[in-house]
């Protein structure tokens, strides 16, 4: 039987099992919307501004691991879509992301509502399509699907001009598509991964730095079992916390600008680096010729070929899935006998443990005014450390990264890449719905969350019972970091000084508002708000305004040239 | 370094300006760049002549690699290789200078594809030094006109880049 093109988009997207699409309707959709109305395989949630919607789509991907559906018209819809497409494209994050188009005939003539959408976003993509023939749709939409999941993950875009989706064909979804020009690598070479063991076990000073592909690759499993079986001290980039446990003694915390002593002079003395799916981003190595002063030979697993030797040379490259290599080099490592250098490995924690006797994330916890670290805290004790964490950009990110101690992957939903402000909401409505009976917080600064406040009319209409967790501080805080510590103090528009009544805002879009000012506060209101089961709370700590990020390496700086707490 | 790239795509709308736009947003340079169908319609074969350290240009392969709409890349400088560029040169040759023309065309192993009384249009192929080569050897003031196609490459002997 042959169907229009719309409701063709809409059994492939029942095909494909999605529970959820994020859209906001335009005319060049009107007929898939339509068709969507028709159906009741999947939801739609109605998202109140295009970026919303990517974003949204982005959080519930990477709390799931499924591919996250987001639906917007032409035009303008894309537009405000590109910036959620570019986080999801600078994380990895598997999307596809349908786009209505003008009709074939008016592409090219300034249409009403036309943007050259596969223009716009081919370079912040994992790859996109213009569908013009509506024959090609359905193999078409399994691409995306296919694309966006395998290898190192990533936005696809399919736009579908509107005489598409009111043409027919017969339709049939295909159970599965080979590309001859797209077949990702995914077991690791083994005379590579021989090469590697035989570092590993040599290795007087190890460290396993891991990031973001542990968790994307599910990674985590072979990656404690690897670390316990070694005793290798472990560090977690920013994409990368969870994937190895938090609150586990051979976690060093993480690496880089805002990373911990122990693991940034662990990256920097060890003799054997064995990366995996972390790719030594300039925020987490510093300057690279300083990182090149020590010695040390570097392993790096990765799904991607051009992470590898980008920014840093590599001594044995490993492309693959990261679960397939690592689990194969367990089995390797357990059918030998041989061990790394006890003694060696004892003198390295040893030297480690000094490094961690400077505790350097101690903060003043007698302070008489909020300490934004302290709310951290006192969320993981009352979440149980279980809750999942979205948060935006800023200060705020960082005290949620450090602080909160996340011990399973995919509880850490944050842009590390693009560094969008604004995405904290829309990623925690994605998270509460693919995780309904969850705790879902959003740790937010008062800059970031009004960059997509309307949401807080999504969460009512879907009763997302999210926990705003404002850390208002009426500065842009990293931008008046910087500042304070390069600028001379000269706080140029960084500082807020209207801000709304949170709590009437909250209250204004059917929720409830809280302000917190004193700490003994706190902790009471905090529990107060998490026992609201069904409510979104919006809590807006009034926090010290002058706190700032330690450690710090100054940009362009070496990894060990820190700045610390005390020194200031 | 300069190095001579063979790319082997889908031959799909657009995929020229993928290559065109990772070069650009990556900042790679691009020296010339050339793309044809090949005997397979379904394929476009790219040559992209380019500069670069080696870490640059492995970083350029393994970006290559990575479209989708890619299907296979080879550095032919990696081996022995045959390059070959074409040009049209429009060259005003009247008088006197007619003969001399002819010449320099014969010497060069180009040939007349076009001729008024006043001008010549000359056909040339070469690696590029051989046509920078031409260029240099009649005098700039006669030339009215030049087009260059940039380089494409092919491996030597059994070296092949197929599907």
């Known amino acids: 039987m042959e169907l229009t093109g719309a409701e063709i988009v809409v059994r492939c997207l029942a095909e494909e099992g999605v529970e959820y699409v994020f859209g906001y309707p335009g005319g060049a959709v009107l007929n898939i919307y339509d068709e969507i109305f028709k159906q009741d395989k999947f939801k739609h949630v109605l998202v109140r501004h295009e970026q919303g919607a990517v974003h949204a789509a982005d959080g519930y991907a990477r709390a799931t691991g499924r591919v996250g559906v987001a639906l917007v018209t032409s035009g303008p819809g894309v537009t405000n879509a590109v910036t959620g497409i570019a986080t999801a494209y600078m994380d990895s994050i598997p999307l596809v992301v349908i786009t209505g188009q003008v009709p074939t005939a008016a592409i090219g003539l300034d249409a009403f509502q036309e943007v050259d959408t596969v223009g716009i976003t081919r370079p912040c993509v994992k790859h996109n399509f213009l569908v013009k023939d509506v024959n090609e749709l359905a193999v078409t939409i399994k691409k995306a699907f296919h694309i966006a999941a395998t290898g190192r993950p990533g936005p696809v875009v399919v736009d579908i001009p509107k005489d598409v989706t009111h043409h027919t064909a017969e339709f049939a979804y295909p159970a599965s598509v080979t590309m001859r020009s797209y077949n990702p690598v995914l077991k690791g070479h083994s005379g590579q991964i021989k090469k590697a063991l035989q570092m590993i076990l040599g290795a007087h000073r190890p460290l396993l730095y891991t990031g973001g592909g542990v968790v994307l690759g599910d990674a985590a499993e072979p990656l404690r079992e690897l670390a316990r079986l070694l005793n290798f001290p472990v560090t977690s980039t920013l994409m990368g916390l969870g994937g190895y446990p938090g609150t586990d003694r051979q976690f060093l915390g993480m690496p880089g600008m805002h990373g911990t002593y122990e693991a940034n002079l662990s990256m920097q003395h060890c003799d054997v680096l064995l990366a995996i799916g972390a790719r030594f981003d300039d925020r987490v190595i510093g300057d690279p010729a300083h990182f090149a002063r020590e010695q040390r030979k570097i392993i790096h697993i990765d799904v991607d070929p051009s992470s590898i030797s980008k920014r840093v040379k590599v001594d044995v490259p490993i492309v693959g899935d990261v679960k397939a290599v690592l689990e194969e080099m367990l089995r390797q490592i357990k059918a030998g006998r041989e061990r790394p250098d006890q003694e060696a490995l004892t003198a390295w924690w040893t030297q480690i443990e000094l490094w961690r006797a400077k505790d350097c994330l101690r903060y003043n916890r007698q302070s008489p005014i909020i300490k934004p670290q302290y709310v951290v805290e006192k969320l993981w004790e009352v979440t149980g450390g279980e809750a999942y964490v979205t948060s935006d950009v800023g200060q705020h990110q960082m005290w949620a990264a450090q602080y909160y101690r996340f011990n399973e992957p995919r509880r850490w939903i944050n842009s590390g890449g693009l560094g969008t402000m604004g995405v904290g909401l829309p990623y925690a409505m994605g998270v509460q719905l693919a995780h309904p009976d969850a705790q879902v917080a959003c740790i937010t600064g008062e800059g970031s969350i009004q960059m997509n406040i309307q949401e807080l009319s999504t969460c009512k209409e879907f009763n997302l019972p999210l926990k705003i967790i404002l850390l208002n501080n009426r500065y842009l805080g990293m931008v008046r970091q910087w500042q304070e510590f390069f600028y001379k103090e000269r706080y140029a528009e960084s500082y807020m000084g209207s801000l709304p009544d949170f709590v009437k805002l909250a209250e204004a879009y059917g929720h409830v508002g809280m302000t917190i000012e004193r700490p003994e506060d706190v902790e009471r209101s905090l529990r107060e708000a998490f026992a609201m089961k069904d409510r979104l709370v919006f809590m807006n700590f009034i926090t010290d305004q002058e706190e700032n990020v330690f450690p710090m390496v100054p940009g362009g700086k070496g990894i060990t040239e820190m700045i610390l707490a005390e020194e200031l | ?163």
């Open chain 2, 1 to 163: 370094m300069r190095h001579i790239i063979s790319v082997l795509m889908e031959n799909e709308a657009g995929a020229l300006s993928r290559v065109a736009g990772l070069f650009s947003a990556r900042g790679y340079n691009i020296e010339s760049l050339t793309v044809a169908p090949t005997e397979d319609a379904t394929l476009s074969r790219m040559t992209i002549v380019t500069t670069g350290s080696e870490e640059v240009i492995e970083q350029i392969v393994k970006q290559l690699n990575k479209l989708i709409d890619v299907v296979k890349v080879l550095d032919l400088s990696d081996g022995h290789h045959i390059e070959r560029e074409l040009m049209l040169v429009k060259v005003r040759a009247g008088g006197k200078d007619r003969e001399e023309m002819k010449r320099m065309a014969d010497i060069f192993r180009g040939r007349i594809i076009d001729v008024t009384d006043k001008t010549y249009t000359i056909e040339l192929t070469g690696t590029g030094s051989k046509l920078d080569a031409f260029l240099e050897a009649i005098d700039a003031a006669v030339i009215l006109e030049t087009v260059r196609t940039g380089a494409s490459g092919i491996g030597r002997g059994e070296r092949v880049l197929k599907i």
